[in-house]
C-alpha cells in the first residue's frame, strides 16, 4: 500500500524555498528538494513539471498574498494606503531578495521577467486606480505601479518615493 503524505505540495513549496535561499538557483535540483522532503523525484514531478515551475509556484502564491495585504488598507488616507503598498512589496522583495540577486536565476528567468513584470505592474495598477482622480487615471495608476515596483527594488525609502508620488496626485 502506498504511503500517504499530508500537504506534499506545501513540503516541496517550503523546502524550495529554504534551498534558494540557503544554497542559490544553481545548487537547488528537483532531486534535492524530493529528497529533504523524503520523496521519490517522480513525486515531485506530479505536482511541478520542472524546477522553474515549482520556483514559480511559491513566488506567485506569495505574491498573491502581498496583493492581498495591499489591498487591506483604506484608500482614505493616501499616505498611510501608499506606505502599506510600499511596505507590503519591501517585504515580497526581501523574502526573494536571494532569488532576485541570484546570477543564475536572471539568466533563466530574463525572458519571462518582461512578461510577469507587466503583469504584475497591472495588478499594483489596479490597487492604486483608487487613488488617482486626475484625467486619465489608467496612465498615472501604471506610472506609480511602475514606479513603486522599480524604486521599491532599488532600494529607496518610503519618503522618497512619496515625496514624488504626491507631487502626481494632487
Known amino acids: 500500500m ?3 503524505i499530508e500537504n506534499v505540495r506545501e513540503q516541496l513549496l517550503a523546502e524550495a524555498k529554504r534551498q534558494i535561499a540557503q544554497n542559490g538557483y544553481r545548487e537547488t535540483t528537483i532531486r534535492s528538494v524530493a529528497s529533504a522532503c523524503g520523496l ?22 506569495e505574491w498573491r498574498e502581498c496583493l492581498l495585504k495591499m489591498k487591506q488598507k483604506s484608500t482614505s ?6 506606505q502599506n503598498v510600499y511596505l507590503s512589496l519591501q517585504e515580497f522583495i526581501e523574502i526573494h531578495a536571494s532569488l532576485f540577486r541570484d546570477e543564475d536565476a536572471a539568466k533563466v528567468f530574463a525572458v519571462a521577467f518582461a512578461e510577469r513584470h507587466k503583469l504584475l505592474r497591472n495588478q499594483l495598477a489596479e490597487i492604486l486606480m483608487p487613488i488617482c482622480t486626475h484625467t486619465n487615471r489608467k496612465f498615472l495608476s501604471e506610472f506609480i505601479a511602475e514606479s513603486l515596483l522599480t524604486w521599491t527594488m532599488a532600494g529607496k ?12 496626485l494632487f
Open 2 to 4: 502506498p504511503k500517504i
Open 40 to 61: 521519490g523525484v517522480g513525486t515531485v514531478y506530479n505536482y511541478f513539471s520542472s524546477k522553474d515551475m515549482l520556483i514559480a509556484s511559491f513566488m506567485i502564491e
Open 157 to 168: 525609502s518610503f519618503e522618497e518615493i512619496y515625496s514624488v508620488i504626491k507631487l502626481l
Open 77 to 82: 488616507d493616501i499616505e498611510a494606503f501608499l
